[in-house]
């Protein structure tokens, strides 16, 4: 399994004054349990429906969702903010991620696609004609999110759900700015084509 580097420097020292979960990492990291209990609650939905997205597995994302967490508070004593707190979270369990990708294959899923959905508008008075056509688009999308490689994938979940930019999806997955955008230029080309069809 990978060594995961949840202290690595990527970029220049941020201000914990910027991040108010930056602060509450600190405060936990004195000894004060309330702010870890903040952080959790305030964290734990994103953190789970990354990990499942990701991974398609319930029981799977539940174990990496708790190792997430243990990591967290692993290092604790050695946390320094280089980056938003949620960025760190997000780099964490995406090494979890990876790891288990490279111990098996996941099977797709299709959960992922509701983040796309999530961002297109419904229009109203819809007619039950568009209806029906608007799902078979729906699962067409589905299935090309599902044939997107796992890098594009993440790239475009991280963008799309977490309303990460470019800097902070290349902070989270250890690739490149331009890569990241690579991914995301080469997945959304996909999936419009995907829809073209």
Same mark, same amino acid.
């Given at each position: 399994m990978a060594t995961i @580097?949840?202290? /690595?420097?990527?970029?220049?020292?941020?201000?914990a004054a910027v991040d108010p979960d930056?602060?509450?990492?600190l405060a936990y990291a004195r000894g004060d349990l !309330? !702010?870890? +209990?903040?952080? =959790?609650? $305030?964290?734990?939905? %994103?953190? =789970?429906?990354? #990990? &499942? /997205?990701?991974?398609?597995? %319930?029981?799977?994302? @539940?174990?990496?969702?708790?190792?997430?967490?243990?990591? #967290?508070?692993?290092? $604790?004593? $050695? =946390?320094q903010p280089q980056a938003r707190f949620r960025t760190w979270l997000l780099q964490i369990a995406h090494h979890l991620v990876i790891d288990q990708?490279?111990?098996r294959r996941p099977q797709a899923?299709?959960?992922?696609? @509701?983040?796309?959905?999530?961002? &297109?508008?419904t229009p109203e008075g819809e007619q039950p004609e568009h209806a029906l056509s608007e799902f078979e688009r729906r699962r067409h999308l589905q299935r090309a999110? +599902?044939?997107?490689?796992?890098e594009q994938r993440t790239a475009v979940?991280? /963008? &799309? @759900?977490? +309303?990460?930019s470019l800097e902070e999806i290349a902070e989270v997955t250890g690739a490149g700015r331009e890569t990241v955008k690579s991914r995301l230029r080469y997945a959304m080309d996909k999936l419009r084509e995907a829809l073209a069809q």
């Open positions: @580097e949840t202290n /690595r420097v990527p970029s220049p020292a941020m201000d930056a602060m509450l990492m !309330a !702010a870890f +209990e903040a952080l =959790y609650a $305030r964290h734990r939905a %994103t953190l =789970y429906r990354f #990990v &499942l /997205r990701s991974l398609h597995d %319930t029981a799977l994302a @539940e174990e990496m969702f708790q190792e997430t967490w243990s990591r #967290v508070i692993a290092t $604790r004593s $050695r =946390y990708f490279r111990a899923g299709s959960a992922e696609t @509701e983040v796309v959905f999530a961002h &297109l508008a999110i +599902e044939q997107l490689p796992d979940l991280l /963008r &799309l @759900e977490h +309303e990460l």
